[in-house]
T-cell receptor, first 114, second 109 residues
């Protein structure tokens, strides 16, 4: 158990809908990262927040957004969902910046868009 | 575009064998290279490499980075069935983490 929690574990929804994925980092960690893992694209970095502020951005679609709250938990919002958004979404956390700290991954949320 | 390439894509060995997994990268503003093991769940961290030529070791696993030739290797000695997993390497550059597609290792008893 990494200490990173994600909810829900599974999510099934329809195209065009909007969902919110939630992540609580390990106690004391200030950075939260979101990743998408699909069969054809592999593991892709989406976005990083550090102490409430956006720190780095990867291949995140405009339909997706994230935020980190004062209690350091983070939410990833996915809107206007398409079939291709079906994937495993991981959250990871680290103490500070990921170039120097180990990232610990949560168990993931499996999103299925029908 | 920055790129991380892993080879081989898959590998089948028998228990006790030694394996070497490769990771090459092409990236600007390199900061570190990371290795992860992913079984049927979330990736778990193995190593972070920042300096050339310094081997990092953890039990039967070891890894080394060559910043001149832009590659890293992950060695696993005396493989066990529990080593069966997908091994991912990722390059950390300027504000981004780029993963390779992974090497799927299957260790047969």
């Amino acid at each position: 158990d990494s200490g990173v929690t994600q909810t829900p574990k599974h999510l099934i929804t329809a195209t065009g809908q909007r969902v919110t994925l939630r992540c609580s980092p390990r106690s004391g960690d200030l950075s939260v990262y979101w990743y998408q893992q699909s069969l054809d694209q592999g593991l892709q970095f989406l976005i990083q927040y550090y102490n409430g502020e956006e720190r780095a951005k990867g291949n995140i679609l405009e339909r997706f957004s994230a935020q980190q709250f004062p209690d350091l938990h983070s939410e990833l919002n996915l809107s206007s969902l398409e079939l291709g958004d079906s994937a495993l979404y991981f959250c990871a956390s680290s103490a500070t910046d990921f170039s120097t700290d180990t990232q610990y991954f949560g168990p993931g949320t499996r999103l299925t868009v029908l | 575009e920055d790129k991380v390439v892993q080879s081989p894509l898959s590998l089948v060995v028998h228990e006790g064998d030694t394996v070497t997994l490769n990771c090459s990268y092409e990236v600007t503003n390199f900061r570190s290279l990371l290795w992860y093991k992913q079984e049927k769940k979330a990736p778990t961290f193995l190593f972070m490499l920042t300096s050339s030529g310094i081997e990092k070791k953890s039990g039967r696993l070891s890894s080394i980075l060559d910043k001149k030739e832009l590659f890293s290797i992950l060695n696993i000695t005396a493989t066990q069935t529990g080593d069966s997993a997908v091994y991912l390497c990722a390059e950390c550059g300027q504000g981004n983490l780029i993963f390779g597609k992974g090497t799927k290792l299957s260790v047969k008893p």
